[in-house]
């Protein structure tokens, strides 16, 4: 019988190329565009789950890559909940997620462009009852490029499965753009 050779322990290289950063693909954290302003960056993927207020509905967070503006303020993010919260500054090439919310709907299509996203302010729609919430307006600036979906990365709803979203919806033949579909997100 062969001996088993015992598992090497990996070991860090010894050389690394100049210019690059060690990252996981995972996020740093989320940035929320009320609270902490606008966010730049590049959409390269979204995670889907169930709501956390109505499992029956979807939540989207897109992954932004974020880039660098002088002229912004810096990008806040936050890791965890309640009193395990931390806020901390994210730094360019970081990978960010923000939960989408409607009017977000034209950074699906922006996949490898440069986005800048900022919070409109609220308006309250016409013939709805008053106790319902203002709808949330955002403000969405894409660079020109072709229009490509970004990646569906994760699907990990249970409940919400069935409902519909920007991945998942059926071939119309309408052009890009077009699209009034309500993702509830």
């Given at each position: 019988?062969?001996k088993e050779s015992a598992a090497k322990k990996p070991e860090a290289p010894k050389y690394i190329p100049e210019g690059l950063r060690?990252?996981?693909?995972?996020?740093?954290?989320?940035?929320?565009?009320?609270?902490?302003?606008?966010?730049?960056?590049?959409?390269?993927?979204?995670?889907?789950?169930?709501?956390?207020?109505?499992?029956?509905?979807?939540?989207?967070?897109?992954?932004?890559?974020?880039?660098?503006?002088?002229?912004?303020?810096?990008?806040?993010?936050?890791?965890?909940?309640?009193?395990?919260?931390?806020?901390?500054?994210?730094?360019?090439?970081?990978?960010?997620?923000?939960?989408?919310?409607?009017?977000?709907?034209?950074?699906?299509?922006?996949?490898?462009?440069?986005?800048?996203?900022?919070?409109?302010?609220?308006?309250?729609?016409?013939?709805?009852?008053?106790?319902?919430?203002?709808?949330?307006?955002?403000?969405?600036?894409?660079?020109?490029?072709?229009?490509?979906?970004?990646?569906?990365?994760?699907?990990?709803?249970?409940?919400?499965?069935?409902?519909?979203?920007?991945?998942?919806?059926?071939?119309?033949?309408?052009?890009?753009?077009?699209?009034?579909?309500?993702?509830?997100?």
């Open positions: 019988m062969a060690k990252t996981t693909g995972d996020v740093v954290g989320f940035h929320d565009l009320e609270d902490h302003g606008p966010i730049y960056g590049i959409p390269m993927g979204a995670k889907l789950s169930d709501s956390k207020l109505d499992a029956s509905k979807p939540s989207c967070f897109v992954i932004f890559q974020l880039l660098e503006d002088k002229k912004l303020p810096p990008c806040i993010v936050y890791e965890g909940s309640g009193d395990e919260q931390v806020k901390f500054e994210a730094k360019p090439g970081d990978m960010v997620g923000v939960w989408t919310k409607p009017g977000m709907k034209p950074i699906f299509n922006a996949c490898g462009r440069k986005v800048f996203i900022a919070f409109a302010g609220e308006k309250k729609l016409k013939g709805r009852p008053e106790a319902q919430s203002p709808m949330k307006m955002y403000d969405c600036h894409i660079s020109d490029g072709p229009l490509k979906q970004v990646p569906l990365i994760e699907d990990n709803r249970e409940q919400s499965k069935g409902a519909k979203t920007p991945w998942h919806k059926k071939q119309t033949g309408r052009q890009p753009g077009e699209d009034n579909e309500d993702y509830g997100f």
